[in-house]
């Protein structure tokens, strides 16, 4: 004998998408929360990752790192010579690359995905190639040195080396270096610093979040850093 399937009432189903409301509206914070610190501890795995490239450059170099940005010259006035950090860890990256993976995707990608924070993702397609997501200090050469030593650098773990930098204006976001007017407090309101002895920390100045009001008002952030090593 045939039986009628019991059918849901309007009631059931209005309840059950409520449910579903409700449990979304719960567990979207966690998500958020997750994917968030997933994408501080990426950044902070690709910095430690860049002060490995930019040890064995210095070694290569006489000890001197490279240049900060493609725009420094010399006390002459004359344009520096010299490879920009940005450009000068990649050949370090491809060949820290494991064999097994390095066919897996293109080198420009393996590049990106070490040498730009994760927010780069989210940055749109005409706007990418100029897009710097991590900076190099500007101050650890003075005007009238275009590189510098890296042990010259009297207190390597407060002296900031690379940091998460501001994305949200065009003239800042392509400068491959800055100071604490750049950073970007984009981790959780506060901003991954790579200092000069190699250990990374989330710095938190203020209440910027990343993509409001960004730049640190001062040079120490309450933390005793240090940007002009010779100060």
Known sequence: MYKNKHAFTLIEIILVIFIIVVITGLLFPVLSRIREKSNQAVCISNMGQMFKCLVQYTIEN???????????KSDSGAPCSGEVWFKAV?????????????????TKERLIRIKQDPVFKTISQDKKDNART???????SKESMCRRMIDSIRFPSRTVLLFDGRVNNPTVASKY????????QRHSKGAN????DGHVERIRNGDSDGTTNEGWPNGDAGQGIIWDPDQ
């Open 62 to 72: 006489g000890g001197y790192l490279p240049l900060e940005d493609n725009s420094a």
């Open 134 to 140: 991590i900076k190099m200090n500007s101050q650890l």
């Open 193 to 196: 610093i790579l200092f000069a």
């Open 90 to 106: 990649d050949r370090y990256i491809i060949t820290d690359t494991l064999p097994e993976n390095q066919t897996e995707i293109s």
């Open 177 to 184: 270096d800055g100071s604490y007017g750049s950073v970007a």
